[in-house]
């Protein structure tokens, strides 16, 4: 069976790469699903956040990446896709998810399962690993090695500072 992971994933984190070796844990063919939201302000581009990915899921069998535009449940029917794996941390997160499932249901009659973070990663967000790179900060405990070093040859340390005024 085919699911789709999808997301932004500007930057892929410990947290994301957990939920992906779930999904292929009981999935035999997992989908990363690499769109944009419009309403985020992105560190990297489309290809690069694919590139990272592609990287960073090298080593969990039945894992593809690839980019999603349009909705994602024209995404789903394109590659007989009829579920979508989600990370769920807050409630937060839930009450928006719950909300995507039902018209992702109604709309493309396709399926939600939703994975609880694991612990470790309970409260990490990609908002949160942007806002401490855009001013230098060490994200390194929080995303892997290829993507700390990306974030460190991308972001021009004292930047934001400047720019705060
Ligand atoms: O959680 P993220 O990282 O902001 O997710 C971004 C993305 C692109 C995966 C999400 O916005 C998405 O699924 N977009 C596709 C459009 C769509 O199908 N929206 C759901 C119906 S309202």
């Known amino acids: 069976m085919t699911a789709i992971c999808p997301g932004s994933f500007d930057p892929v984190t410990h947290g994301h ?6 999904a292929a844990a009981l999935f035999s063919d997992v989908i990363v699903a690499v769109g944009r939201n419009s ?3 992105y560190l990297f581009d489309t290809d690069e956040r694919i590139e ?3 990287a960073a899921t090298a080593d969990i069998l039945g894992v593809r990446v690839l980019a999603l535009h349009g909705l994602l449940v024209d995404f789903a029917a394109v590659h007989g896709a009829s ?6 941390r807050f409630a937060s997160d839930f009450d928006f998810e719950l909300q ?3 018209i992702n249901g109604i709309v493309g009659g396709i399926e939600t399962v939703m994975l609880p973070a694991s612990s470790a990663w309970s409260t990490l967000s990609s ?15 929080f995303v892997p090695a290829l ?14 500072e400047r720019n705060d005024g």
Do not use: C, F, Q, W
Request: no cysteine.
């Open 100 to 102: 995507m499932a039902h």
């Open 147 to 160: 993507v700390a070093e990306r974030i460190a040859a991308t972001v021009t340390p004292g930047a934001k």
């Open 39 to 41: 309403a985020k302000n």
């Open 52 to 54: 990272l990915l592609r």
């Open 83 to 88: 579920v979508v794996v989600k990370g769920i």
């Open 17 to 22: 790469l957990d939920i992906i070796r779930r």
């Open 127 to 141: 908002t949160m690993i942007r806002e401490v790179a855009s001013y230098g900060g060490d994200v390194s405990s």
